[in-house]
């Protein structure tokens, strides 16, 4: 073999081996410790309070927003995975995680988190508003810094993390007019009251899993679910209370929102009410997670329809 041959031949195998590593990269699994389904749940309630905001189209501003609130999101979950680490290895659901698995390493998550949340909010400073910003880098802290420490703690944890999961809506909000109105707020209040029967029922159906892995979750300290049944039942209640406020305040229709926000209230309290009264509760919790993951976009998609065809001031 000629020398060219065997310079040729090394070189092939030379760019053979860094394609390898190349696609060895664990790209998924830095996609899956940024929590992509509830991350994107993030960015979706930002949008929906910029848009339930009407504000003159600015696609800068617009663009600046989902792009800030997606890295910034993808930063607490991150950083709350890299703190959970060893909480998360020894649940079943959870072990598959990228840091349990061993998939990632400790340090390289934290570098990732950090450099996501730093660069979300930059992005967020110069393409929209302080008060944006602020409210932004409040979820992550207060999801990373307070929620998260204490779910191995107490079981306020769940209402504790119920506030960095309402917030976005408010950084949408701001982002788009520069303050929060009553309807901001009212949007705030509608998600943190969703959340308890939604994580209620997760909390349910994991208990056991919960259990094992030290958390403090209501089903976890009280197993006889009557505990997660009532704070269900009475934010369903509270929940459809604040959805007919909107409508009061002269802020939505009474022929579009109202008719949906009733109808989906009163299903989704129906279904917190069978979960509080039944013996079967395994059943009920499924078809009260069920209810709360159809509810959720239903009504924000009608709230904006409303919001952008009607014209409200």
């Known amino acids: 073999m000629s020398i060219k041959s065997q310079v040729s031949l090394r070189a092939d195998a030379s760019c053979a081996e860094t394609s390898s590593q190349a696609s060895s990269l664990p790209i998924s699994e830095y ?36 792009l800030g609130t997606s890295l910034a999101a993808g930063s607490a979950g991150a950083l709350n995975q890299w703190l959970e680490r060893d909480i998360d290895a020894r649940m079943a659901r959870t072990r598959g995680r990228p840091l349990p698995s061993g998939a990632i390493k400790p340090a390289h998550a934290l570098i990732f988190g950090l450099v996501l949340g730093a660069t979300g909010t930059l992005v967020l400073a110069l393409g929209t508003n302080l008060l944006a910003t602020a409210l932004t880098v409040a979820i992550i802290l207060s999801y990373v810094l307070v929620y998260t420490p204490l779910k191995p703690r107490s079981t306020w944890n769940t209402l504790v993390g119920a506030v960095p999961g309402a917030l976005p809506p408010l950084v949408g909000w701001s982002a788009a007019t520069g303050g929060v109105s009553q309807l901001g707020w009212i949007l705030f209040g509608l998600l943190f009251c969703w959340q308890i029967p939604h994580f209620m029922a997760i909390a349910w159906t994991y208990r056991k899993d919960y259990r094992q892995g030290g958390l403090m979750m209501s089903p976890v300290v009280d197993p006889s679910g009557r505990d997660a049944a009532r704070q269900s ?49 395994d059943s009920a919790a499924r078809r009260l997670f069920v209810a709360s993951i159809i509810y959720l976009p239903v009504m924000l998609i009608v709230l904006v329809i409303d919001r952008l065809l009607l014209p409200w001031s």
């Open 233 to 281: 039942l009475l934010f369903t209640v509270l929940l459809l209370g604040l959805s007919l406020m909107p409508a009061m305040l002269g802020m939505v229709s009474w022929w579009l929102f109202t008719p949906v926000a009733c109808g989906l209230g009163v299903w989704y309290f129906a279904c917190s009410l069978k979960f509080a009264r039944t013996q079967q509760r």
């Open 31 to 66: 996609w899956e410790l940024t929590k992509p389904r509830l991350s994107f749940l993030s960015v979706i309630t930002a949008l929906v309070g910029y848009l339930a905001a009407n504000p003159a189209r600015d696609l800068g501003s617009l663009f600046a927003l989902v």
